[in-house]
């Protein structure tokens, strides 16, 4: 430090206002002293930021909506044990292949075509259709290994034409009236074929939407116009049947006023003859 005091003296500096100087264990610490302390700092800095940079290589990630699977970049291979949410401390050259833990949504709309669009099918007496519906899916830990197995990452394109071909298989045994007059019931028939059938290949079906039918616009016409006949019928059953109930209360009534006639007259017959006998 004096060295260097000395040379900054010689080029025109008062050593007694040096900028820089540091006082420092009783002696002064030029500005030589201070340029190693930052060189030192910026090393330290340099250092710290490297090992962050390695313990993030070391360390990989599982959503909290995730589970993973444990995959060496490097040997192209993949561990059957699941992780769930958290980070792991897998090394280098590793990441997880990761699959939705919660209910994950796939829809068959005319509204969008990421998964076909709207299901095309046709009825037991013949009729094309086109259905609007969704469901949702989850995949459970214990099936998320043997799922990767068969499937690998593409496994939702299997879900996707496994519920197409259950969803044909129950609307091909329906008669185009049946989903006018028992939708619900139809409703409840699809949800069990996909759960059954999804179950098959590793998934969880929990609910199922069936929002719209679309058959043929003269059927539709002639559906609606029996509709109408059906509730004009119900209508006349009714009225007919609260005509009925009318008439019979009032032979009731009528029957009750006869019968106080008939006691009213016994009455005053009898109060006659007593009064004679008087």
Same mark, same amino acid.
């Given at each position: ?7 900054? %003296? ?11 100087? &540091? &006082? ?14 930052? /060189? ?68 068959? =709309?005319?509204?969008? @075509? ?8 046709? %009825? ?16 459970? @830990? /214990?099936? &998320? ?14 879900? &996707? ?11 091909s045994k329906k008669n185009a009236t049946e989903f006018f007059e028992d939708r619900s019931t139809i409703g409840d028939g699809m ?42 019928? =119900? ?11 009318i008439a019979e209360t009032t032979v009731l009534v009528s029957e009750k006023q006869a019968q106080i006639i008939v006691i009213d007259? /016994? ?12």
């Amino acid at each position: 430090s004096d060295v260097c005091s000395s040379d900054l %003296t010689n080029m025109g500096y008062d050593d007694d206002n040096l900028l820089g100087k &540091v &006082v420092y264990g009783g002696g002064a610490l030029g500005v030589c002293g201070l340029g190693t302390c930052v /060189a030192i700092c910026v090393i330290l800095a340099v250092l710290g930021i490297g090992i962050f940079i390695f313990i993030m290589l070391l360390v990989h990630p599982v959503g909290y909506d995730q589970y993973g699977l444990d995959y060496n970049t490097f040997t192209k291979e993949v561990k059957d044990n699941v992780y769930d949410s958290g980070l792991y401390w897998t090394g280098m050259f590793h990441s997880f292949i990761t699959f939705p833990k919660f209910y994950k949504s796939i829809e068959f =709309s005319g509204s969008t @075509s990421e998964y076909g669009g709207q299901l095309r099918s046709r %009825t037991l007496d013949g009729l094309n259709m086109y259905i609007d519906l969704s469901f949702q899916y989850r995949i459970t @830990s /214990a099936n &998320v290994w043997p799922l990767f197995q068969k499937f690998g990452k593409e496994y939702e394109q299997i879900f &996707v034409r496994v519920a197409r071909d259950a969803l044909r298989d129950v609307t091909s045994k329906k008669n185009a009236t049946e989903f006018f007059e028992d939708r619900s019931t139809i409703g409840d028939g699809m949800l069990a074929a996909v759960q059954s059938a999804l179950a098959a290949v590793h998934a969880d079906i929990g609910y199922l939407q069936l929002r719209k039918v679309d058959l043929p616009n003269a059927y539709e016409t002639i559906i609606e116009q029996k509709e109408i006949v059906n509730q004009q019928i =119900s209508k006349a059953q009714y009225e007919k049947l609260e005509k009925q109930v009318i008439a019979e209360t009032t032979v009731l009534v009528s029957e009750k006023q006869a019968q106080i006639i008939v006691i009213d007259a /016994a009455a005053k017959a009898k109060a006659v003859i007593l009064e004679a006998v008087a």
